[in-house]
């Protein structure tokens, strides 16, 4: 049986100074596996949706995110902004 090769990206938004999110990192193997540790060390949420992950891949790092995707982005900036949220209310 093939092992599935691990595969990541992370997007940055701010909402002050980029239209859409941007790709900040994104890589295969060794690199993907980085980046989901960085993600767990500094606590940052991940989400995980494999179509979504190598369109992102395609994209060039610091590039937006194209039009077509704003949907699935921003169901998942609401899945994250909720997490926030609730960890927000447990720390009170």
């Known amino acids: 049986m093939e092992k599935k090769k691990k595969i990541a990206a992370a997007l940055k938004y701010e909402q002050n100074e980029n239209k859409a999110p941007v790709v900040i990192a994104k890589g295969e193997g060794y690199i993907a596996e980085k980046i989901k540790e960085i ?3 500094l606590d940052i949420p991940t ?3 494999e179509k979504l992950v190598k369109q992102l891949n395609n994209l060039a790092i610091g590039e937006e995110i194209p039009p077509e995707l704003y949907q699935v982005v921003a169901e998942i900036l609401t ?4 997490l926030d949220t609730k960890e927000a209310k447990l720390n009170k």
Do not use: M
């Open 39 to 41: 993600a767990l060390e």
């Open 47 to 49: 989400y995980k949706d």
């Open 79 to 82: 899945f994250i902004i909720q």
